[in-house]
């Protein structure tokens, strides 16, 4: 029974450059019943390398990074990664980077003030709903 709890376990990676904030909210995730922080990376480079040998059910994305942006690290995310759900991570709402990222593929634009179980939720709903990439009116 308990390899069947850790075999449903919704895997989250987490793709953050600040530690102060990626370790905090990797040990908040996993105190969430049947959620997983599996992985943590501190650039979108480096989430990239790792896909190629394994996919989770969901990124949380930051969107400002060095070298590559979390806007602009989706849509390669998606080609390696296609049924993995991608979900951004910002401190201030930016309308431009949230049509860009909802655009190029991301299920939700988060910000990081959210509680853990509005994040989680949001997760939940993006691994549990296809996208049809049509917006409903």
């Known amino acids: 029974m308990e390899g069947e709890a850790a075999a449903n376990r919704l895997r989250i990676w987490l793709v953050?450059?600040?530690?102060g904030f990626r370790q905090p909210l990797a040990r908040l995730l996993n105190l969430?019943?049947?959620?997983?922080?599996?992985?943590h990376f501190?650039?979108?480079e480096a989430a990239l390398?790792?896909?190629?040998e394994q996919s989770p059910d969901a990124i949380l994305l930051d969107v400002e990074m060095p070298m590559m942006n979390g806007v602009e690290a989706i849509q390669p995310i998606k080609k390696l990664a296609p049924a993995?759900?991608?979900l951004m991570l910002t401190t201030f709402l930016d309308e431009e980077a949230r049509e860009k990222s909802l655009a190029n593929g991301a299920a939700d634009f988060l910000l990081k003030h959210?509680?853990?179980d509005e994040i989680v939720?949001?997760?939940r709903a993006a691994t549990q709903t296809p996208r049809s990439g049509v917006c409903p009116s």
């Not at 390398?49 to 190629?52: E, F």
């Open 16 to 19: 953050d450059d600040r530690e």
């Open 114 to 116: 959210f509680s853990t």
């Open 121 to 123: 939720a949001a997760v």
């Open 42 to 44: 501190s650039s979108a």
């Open 32 to 39: 969430e019943p049947g959620v997983e922080c599996a992985r």
């Open 84 to 86: 993995t759900a991608v």
């Open 49 to 52: 390398l790792a896909l190629r």
